[in-house]
């Protein structure tokens, strides 16, 4: 595992939109089946632009970066990969910098 990036730190933030609905129209084998495929792409992309998993609460993401560029590269890749491939579905995506002290 890598370790959290440290200084100024550019963290991410991810959701799926109206989950509960996709959940009732996919069907509950259908719905595991599209979050999975979810999680397997952001993971991805983010782990290719340095990004560090801090949690994962079922649909939604909180990765810090130790770059702004590199953050918003993955935003922007993992954003084509998902409309690709879940047309319908909505995204929101947080993108915060600050300064970080790890204690």
């Known amino acids: 595992m890598r370790a959290l990036p440290t200084g100024t730190v550019t963290f991410v933030f991810t959701d799926i939109e109206g989950s509960t609905r996709l959940l ?3 069907g509950a084998e ?3 089946d599209a979050l999975a495929e979810h999680r397997r ?8 632009h340095d990004g560090v998993e801090v949690d994962t609460q ?4 909180f990765y810090a970066f130790p770059t702004a560029p590199g953050a918003l590269e993955a ?3 993992a954003q084509q990969g998902l409309s690709a491939k879940a047309a319908g579905s909505s995204y929101s995506v947080g993108v915060a910098r600050s300064s ?3 204690r």
């Open 24 to 26: 009732r129209e996919l």
């Open 100 to 102: 970080t002290a790890v």
């Open 58 to 61: 079922g649909d939604a993401f």
């Open 41 to 48: 792409l952001l993971r991805h992309v983010f782990d290719r």
């Open 30 to 32: 259908a719905y595991a």
């Open 75 to 77: 935003v922007r890749q």
